[in-house]
Nanobody, 114 residues
Framework: QVQLVESGGGLVQAGGSLRLSCAAS????????MGWYRQAPGKQRELVAR???????NYADSPKGRFTISRDNAKNTVYLQMNSLKPEDTAVYYC????????WGQGTLVTVSS
């Protein structure tokens, strides 16, 4: 059974930081690239960052230089360190396999106030 559990979201002021965590079942995590996605109100879900099983990373233009994706393969966990947060980063954040995501978890809400 595929399971994705995101955590770490919250309310933060602009310029602040948050660290998101995602615990994934082995079937989706092992040997796969993983991504952090986000969906802002009224917008489509978008890929924010991705990481290969070996640790190579890639970022969308918006969070580049502010967000860092990492993973712990022993713990089947992927992280997203978010610094210098902006109001436009407000969204529900999800993790999933990249490409070809599986069923989505509940996500974790990040709200950045100005």
């Amino acid at each position: 059974q595929v399971q994705l559990v995101e955590s770490g979201g919250g309310l933060v002021q602009a310029g602040g930081s948050l660290r998101l965590s995602c615990a994934a079942s082995g079937s989706i995590f092992r040997f796969n690239s993983m991504g952090w996605y986000r969906q802002a109100p009224g917008k489509q879900r978008e890929l924010v960052a991705r990481i290969t099983y070996g640790g190579s990373t890639n970022y969308a233009d918006s969070p580049k230089g502010r967000f860092t994706i990492s993973r712990d393969n022993a713990k089947n966990t992927v992280y997203l360190q978010m610094n210098s947060l902006k109001p436009e980063d407000t969204a529900v954040y999800y993790c999933n396999r990249w490409p070809n995501p599986e069923s989505w978890g509940q996500g974790t809400l990040v709200t950045v106030s100005s």
